[in-house]
């Protein structure tokens, strides 16, 4: 099994930055891609961004430009660097291993932002 642990969330102003982190554990697969998501109350989960085990990265288009998904310098812990956030980013951010047949999600770090 794959463990999958966010952190890195917390309160933050209207403009200010916060850094995600994703910790993989567990029997992965020699490669594998990364995706965030988030979920905000009443609404479903949507996709933000993801990492290419190849290093290719891909964001939705309303994190274009604010968010950055990077790989740290151990193959297991990639990042959700997020800048000029706005009171709409509030939400719980997920994490999630995209290895196949064994995708496994982590539980979620909670941004709230103020205006």
């Known amino acids: 099994q794959v463990q999958v642990v966010e952190s890195g969330g917390g309160l933050v102003q209207s403009g200010g930055s916060l850094k995600l982190s994703c910790e993989v554990s567990?029997?992965?697969?020699?490669?594998?891609?990364i995706g965030w998501y988030r979920q905000a109350p009443g609404k479903e989960r949507e996709y933000l961004a993801r990492l290419w085990d190849n290093g290719l990265t891909q964001y939705e288009d309303a994190v274009k430009g604010r968010f950055t998904i990077f790989r740290g310098t151990t193959k297991n812990v990639v990042y959700l660097q997020m800048n000029n956030l706005k009171p709409e980013d509030t939400a719980v951010y997920y994490c999630k291993y995209l290895g196949g047949p064994g995708d496994s999600w982590g539980r979620g770090t909670q941004v709230t932002v103020s205006s």
């Open positions: 567990g029997r992965t697969l020699s490669a594998y891609d």
